[in-house]
C-alpha cells in the first residue's frame, strides 16, 4: 500500500531503497522556505543499522503488513529456538539471538506472536507477563518499611529482578517482560 511521506507513523513498517524499515522516529518539519517535510529515522529490521530520511508529502513509499501468527514454544536446541504453527503444525527454528534477551522468558507450551512478511520471520512478541518462582533473596529485615525499599532476586530461569522486601524465596511473582519488572505477587 503506497503513502505519502507526510503519512509515515512510528511504528509503520515500510519498503526504502529495497529494503524493509521501521519508523522509530518522526519529526515534521516546516522550514521558512520551502515546502514542508517527515524527518524520519529509519531502522532496518533485518540489519542493525539507522538512517536518517526526507520525506516530502509529494513523495510516496510502500507501507508493508506484517503478517502475525501464533506459535507455540516448543524447545530449545542448541543455540536455535524451535516454535511450532498451532494451525499447521509446521515447525520454524530461530536463533536465540533473534529472540534477545527475553529469550530467558520462553516456557514449555508458550504461546507467542510471530510477525512474518513473505514467510520470514521479523519479530517475536512474548506474553507481557510471566509467573516465576523465586529461587534465591534475602530473607526479611524486620522493621524495614516497604514504601519504596527493594531487593534483589533470582528468578527460576536466572534473570535478577528487584522485588519488595515481602517477598522470599520459593514465592511466585509475575514479572514484566518488556522491561524484567516486578509486577505482583502470583495467587
Given at each position: 500500500?503506497?503513502?505519502?511521506?507526510?503519512?509515515?507513523?512510528?511504528?509503520?513498517?515500510?519498503?526504502?531503497?529495497?529494503?524493509?524499515?521501521?519508523?522509530?522516529?518522526?519529526?515534521?518539519?516546516?522550514?521558512?522556505?520551502?515546502?514542508?517535510?517527515?524527518?524520519v529515522e529509519l531502522k532496518s529490521i533485518l540489519g542493525n543499522t539507522k538512517l536518517n530520511e526526507?520525506?516530502?508529502?509529494?513523495?510516496?513509499?510502500?507501507?508493508?503488513?506484517?503478517?502475525?501468527?501464533?506459535?507455540?514454544?516448543?524447545?530449545?536446541?542448541?543455540?536455535?529456538?524451535?516454535?511450532?504453527?498451532?494451525?499447521?503444525?509446521?515447525?520454524?527454528?530461530?536463533?536465540?539471538?533473534?529472540?534477545?534477551?527475553?529469550?530467558?522468558?520462553?516456557?514449555?507450551?508458550?504461546?507467542?506472536?510471530?510477525?512474518?512478511?513473505?514467510?520470514?520471520?521479523?519479530?517475536?512478541?512474548?506474553?507481557?507477563?510471566?509467573?516465576?518462582?523465586v529461587t534465591e533473596t534475602e530473607p526479611v529485615v524486620k522493621g524495614q518499611t516497604a514504601a519504596?525499599?527493594?531487593?534483589?532476586?533470582?528468578?527460576?530461569?536466572?534473570?535478577?529482578?528487584?522485588?519488595?522486601?515481602?517477598?522470599?524465596?520459593?514465592?511466585?511473582?509475575?514479572v514484566s517482560t518488556e522491561d524484567v519488572t516486578y509486577v505482583r505477587r502470583a495467587d
Open positions: 500500500m503506497k503513502i505519502n511521506g507526510n503519512e509515515i507513523r512510528p511504528g509503520n513498517v515500510v519498503m526504502h531503497k529495497d529494503q524493509l524499515w521501521v519508523a522509530v522516529k518522526v519529526d515534521h518539519v516546516k522550514p521558512g522556505k520551502g515546502g514542508a517535510y517527515a524527518q526526507r520525506f516530502r508529502s509529494a513523495e510516496t513509499v510502500e507501507r508493508v503488513s506484517l503478517e502475525q501468527r501464533d506459535f507455540q514454544y516448543l524447545y530449545a536446541q542448541g543455540d536455535a529456538l524451535v516454535f511450532m504453527n498451532t494451525d499447521t503444525y509446521e515447525q520454524i527454528e530461530l536463533k536465540t539471538d533473534f529472540v534477545g534477551e527475553r529469550a530467558a522468558f520462553l516456557q514449555d507450551g508458550m504461546m507467542v506472536t510471530v510477525e512474518m512478511h513473505e514467510d520470514t520471520p521479523l519479530g517475536v512478541q512474548l506474553p507481557q507477563q510471566v509467573t516465576l518462582e519504596n525499599s527493594f531487593k534483589p532476586a533470582i528468578l527460576e530461569n536466572g534473570v535478577k529482578v528487584m522485588v519488595p522486601p515481602f517477598i522470599s524465596t520459593g514465592q511466585k511473582i509475575i
